[in-house]
């Protein structure tokens, strides 16, 4: 060691300037906006597309254990998670029209009118 050269120097020298710290969980809330985003930069969905394709998955449950475990919330997951909701997106759902509601003429009289 030099004359001029303290102990901690030799440390710090012998560190990458590279080093990385582990990112802090994301909240429950903002992981489904991480999700949410990633499937408009991803997929080319429109926002209302994507918040609603997170909600459905939502309401399934499918976040369920992301909310309970913080460690499930980061950002690997996340582009795991948009990719998966994306591509499950219509099958439990798919789009069918509607029939069209009848009309009262269609219907007939309601039960025990005449």
Do not use: C
Not at 53 to 64: E, G, I, K, L, P
Not at 82 to 95: L, V
Request: hydrophobic share 35%.
């Amino acid at each position: 060691m030099n004359a001029g050269t303290f102990p901690w120097q030799a440390i710090l020298a012998a560190v990458p300037n590279h080093v990385t710290v582990p990112a802090m969980p994301m909240t429950y809330e903002q992981y489904l906006d991480e999700v949410t985003t990633l499937m408009t930069e991803f997929f080319d969905v429109s926002d209302e597309d994507a918040i609603k394709h997170v909600m459905r998955a939502q309401a399934a449950d499918y976040f369920t254990l992301h909310d309970d475990l913080p460690e499930m919330r980061t950002q690997e997951r996340a582009e795991q998670d948009a990719r998966t909701i994306y591509e499950q997106r219509n099958k439990s759902r798919p789009h069918v029209p509607s029939k069209r509601p009848a009309t009262n003429q269609e219907k007939g009289p309601a039960k025990g009118k005449k």
